[in-house]
T-cell receptor, first 112, second 111 residues
Framework: EAQVTQNPRYLITVTGKKLTVTCSQN?????MSWYRQDPGLGLRQIYY???????DKGDVPEGYKVSRKEKRNFPLILESPSPNQTSLYFC???????????FGPGTRLTVL | ELKVEQNPLFLSMQEGKNYTIYCNYS?????LYWYRQDPGKSLESLFV?????AVKQEGRLMASLDTKARLSTLHITAAVHDLSATYFC???????????FGTGTSLTVIP
């Protein structure tokens, strides 16, 4: 089944404890992206990747890191999480930037 | 600052009625996307509009794009309860590769 998977789905952590949210797609898509969703703000893009080893900042990249060493994986790293990073995170992929995006199920992160 | 504005933010409509959701954006773009999100769920792609005058239809939903007016519309025909969801539009500027989303329109269809 074609899909985008994220892990974990739910995470409660404390300020400053490094964490990684994984994202994987099995559709051989070139474009991958991370978003955060906050009430009243819609979705905001954190980072995106046009292809392997090619990443770029989105609208709200501060406090986040990404890497794209393999085509299928695009992990999101929070080196020192803070409470303002409490949010719902979505990973998405598309065969090409101008095509439809397929979204993962989401990761709900709470930073205490 | 690039803005993507949706109107209305909240919409309650009766079954069988027609209505339109508007998406205005503040940049030059001919790449416009519509998504649907059910409560507690992820986003689902509805339409991809990639040129001025593009019109796409799926069931009771029809989307259009006017790049000169920087406006996209999502028209709902004869609404049914199953269409209750939040609808988002998103834009990619012609000069970049980043997605900018509107804040969403929460649609409730009542019997």
């Amino acid at each position: 089944e074609a899909q985008v998977t994220q892990n974990p789905r739910y995470l409660i952590t404390v300020t400053g404890k490094k964490l990684t949210v994984t994202c994987s797609q099995n559709m051989n898509h070139e474009y991958m992206s991370w978003y955060r969703q906050d009430p009243g703000l819609g979705l905001r893009q954190i980072y995106y990747s046009m292809n392997v080893e090619v990443t770029d900042k989105g609208d709200v990249p501060e406090g986040y890191k990404v890497s794209r060493k393999e085509k299928r994986n695009f992990p999101l790293i929070l080196e020192s999480p803070s409470p303002n990073q409490t949010s719902l995170y979505f990973c998405a992929s598309s065969s090409y930037i101008y095509n439809e995006q397929f979204f993962g199920p989401g990761t709900r992160l709470t930073v205490l | 600052e690039l803005k993507v504005e949706q109107n209305p933010l909240f919409l309650s409509m009766q079954e069988g009625k027609n209505y339109t959701i508007y998406c205005n954006y503040s940049t030059t773009s001919d790449r416009l996307y519509w998504y649907r999100q059910d409560p507690g769920k992820s986003l689902e792609s509805l339409f991809v509009l990639l040129s001025n005058g593009a019109v796409k239809q799926e069931g009771r939903l029809m989307a259009s794009l006017d790049t000169k007016a920087r406006l996209s519309t999502l028209h709902i025909t004869a609404a049914v309860h199953d269409l209750s969801a939040t609808y988002f539009c998103a834009v990619v500027p012609n000069t970049g590769n980043q997605f900018y989303f509107g804040t969403g329109t929460s649609l409730t269809v009542i019997p």
